[in-house]
């Protein structure tokens, strides 16, 4: 679960293969998987990697490519009816420049320009979404299948809210909790990191 909560706020941001040319879409799930996983065990310690929630690096590429094969059915029917548009040139540079970032760079999940261009949302607040990446706000509400701005403190929500925040008790948005407190899940701490029931300190992955 803790891994599946950091695959969904990075998922954009991938390590591994470089080359020229494109990345199709149909090959992002295992380039991801493998890219990625490959940066983790490289960059992580062994505790490191166990407080993620990870064991092995087959069991990372594994929980990777089944989370984005699942998502590009959604991602293709997006792109086929121009909700949003999938870049495979932008893929190509963010693989080849995350493979290229520091470790330090690579675990903040911000090493390269590319990486944000590589699905391109087309729908404004207010417009028809299948999912989060059709809007330019990042989010579409389920129940309208509206693009919609992430919810903020005390406001209603289903899952994500804004930056700092989770969706806690009576769906409604919380601050995530300091190092220290009690947590049930790791979204509900500012660290991402809740380790026998406690919010614990932000992991470096240093490469150290």
Known sequence: MKMMKRITILALFVAGCGGDGAVGLEQWPAE???????????????PEIAAIGLSTEAMCRDDFANIWSF??????????????????SAAAACLDEMARASCVEFWQGNPSPSCAEVFVPLVAEGGSCGTGYD?????????????????????SCEYPCQLGLFCGPGRLCTLQK????????AVECVSWICSNNMCGPPIECSGA
């Open 178 to 185: 300091p190092d220290g407190e009690a947590c049930t899940e």
């Open 135 to 155: 809007c330019t706000t990042t989010y579409c509400a389920s129940a309208t299948q509206t693009c919609a701005r992430l919810p903020g403190e005390g406001e």
């Open 71 to 88: 998502l590009v059915p959604f991602l293709q029917n997006s792109i086929a009816v121009g909700r949003m548009r999938y870049d495979g």
């Open 32 to 46: 991801f998987g493998d890219a990625y996983c490959r940066r983790a065990f490289e960059c992580c310690t062994a």
